[in-house]
């Protein structure tokens, strides 16, 4: 057997497994065993913020597997307490001490675990079409209906306490308003929401600042700011999932930045290692943090694993030194361009919207008997095809077929370039 027909024969296949093995990268650029090209712009999820095969994070990794690689986090090392210091450094002031975990779900199920624990109880809101994680608690504060959520065999796993409010979806208004035109809506239904849900019963909102597996939904001005102001009014905490919008993707090391709007819990990962060990991290306000020292609640064998504090450490390193985050909304500018340079020649394009480097172009209905779902697995098989790596987020019965794009931060406007005419050339070919 192949290495596509073993993988099928043993491996559970939970995601969708496309036709091709990927045996090596370098920088923006993936291989097959063919030795065909590819250019990664799904980012791998979003995690690889310095791209494939970088010489500097594999010698650091290689360094610390010859000092010191496995040992709980019951023991401090150098690793973790310098990785705390520098994620209290680069986080929007007042957050000031941090949890390490393993992966964004894990992250999250600790900052909700947090926020209840602090509270004394109470309810968690999340929004519609939100995306957190698939452990218990994140599954049910995700509000993108998934398998979990549909399946009535698995779904009593979810925990119950968690309400959605209504996304700040401005292309898809859940109100069928304009926007501009709708006095923000969704803030005031969210309100509504705290209200029918007991007030200050309830104990967090959770939100992500750009919903990136939602279709890349950027909130409108004003809205995480109002958010906030909703939060403290009711003496509820906020927490900002920054699992894919953080280490600089949208243009700013953290996207809750544009605002200038501080939560009570910060949590990323993916790309706080650029994807070369697991890791992610919780940063949170210090009463918080406090609070949650006094008990033993969460913890994996691997969450403060030395060759993710590495890394991270590293990551965070060249993303500074090659102002990585800068380029990040250079050319993450440049990109959204050329998606609306594509909408205004195919009408099968009906929106691009993003930030920085994590950007998305939906998919409309059209005339000529091929919906929007149909469409959106041809392009993405014939973009992959064309040597275009990419993330499709369609599920029918959300409404939306988006295209999403997250190259890593060192892509440059050559290798946009290069994307956006295998964009053009396959919506023609699906024409």
């Known amino acids: 057997m192949n290495t596509i027909e073993k993988d099928r024969a043993y491996l559970v296949q939970c995601y969708t497994t496309d036709p091709v093995v990927f045996t090596h990268g370098k920088g923006v650029c993936l291989y097959d065993e063919n030795g065909k090209e590819y250019l990664d712009f799904s980012g791998q999820f979003s995690s690889d913020s310095l791209g494939h095969g970088n010489e500097e994070m594999i010698q650091a990794i290689t360094d610390q597997m010859r000092k010191i690689t496995n040992v709980t986090s019951c023991f401090p090392t150098e690793e973790r307490a310098s990785l705390a210091e520098k994620m209290v450094a680069i986080t929007p002031d007042g957050l000031d001490y941090v949890m390490f975990g393993c992966t964004g779900s894990d992250a999250n199920e600790f900052a909700l675990k947090a926020a209840k624990y602090y509270q004394g109880g109470g309810k968690i ?152 060990i697991p890791g992610s991290a919780v940063v949170m306000r210090r009463e918080i943090g406090e609070a949650m020292s006094k008990i033993s609640l969460h913890g994996h064998t691997h969450s403060c694993y030395p060759l993710a504090m590495r890394a991270a450490l590293k990551n965070i390193e060249i993303i500074e030194r090659d102002n990585l985050v800068e380029n990040s909304r250079i050319v993450g500018d440049y990109l959204h361009q050329k998606l609306l340079e594509l909408k205004n020649e195919f009408p099968e394009i009906g929106d691009v919207r993003g930030r920085g480097l994590l950007q998305g172009f939906e998919l409309t209905d059209q005339e000529n008997g091929k919906d929007k779902w149909t469409l959106g697995q041809i ?15 369609s599920r029918k019965n959300l409404g939306n077929v988006v295209v999403v794009l997250h190259p890593a931060l060192i892509v440059t406007e050559q290798d946009i370039d290069r994307a956006a005419a295998v964009i053009r050339d396959s919506l023609k070919a699906c024409q």
């Open 125 to 276: 809101i999340s929004f519609r079409r939100g995306f957190h994680g698939s452990t218990a608690g994140s599954a049910a504060a995700t509000g993108k209906s998934e398998t979990i959520q549909e399946s009535a065999s698995i779904s009593e796993l979810l925990p119950g306490g968690f309400v959605h409010s209504a996304a700040p979806y401005c292309y898809r208004c859940d109100f069928g308003r304009t926007q501009g035109e709708c006095g923000m809506e969704c803030l005031h239904y969210l309100e509504q929401t705290i209200l029918q849900e007991g007030g200050e019963k309830v104990a967090a909102i959770i939100t992500e600042p750009v919903f990136a597996a939602g279709g890349v939904i950027v909130p409108p001005k004003g809205f995480l700011k109002g958010v906030r102001e909703l939060c403290d009014k009711y003496h509820i905490l906020l927490i900002f999932d920054e699992v894919v919008t953080g280490l600089g993707q949208t243009g700013t090391m953290f996207a809750c930045e544009y605002e200038g709007v501080t939560p009570d819990i910060l949590v990323t990962g993916k790309a706080l290692t650029s994807g070369y």
């Open 379 to 393: 392009l993405y098989k014939t973009m992959l095809e064309n040597g275009l790596v990419t993330e499709l987020e």
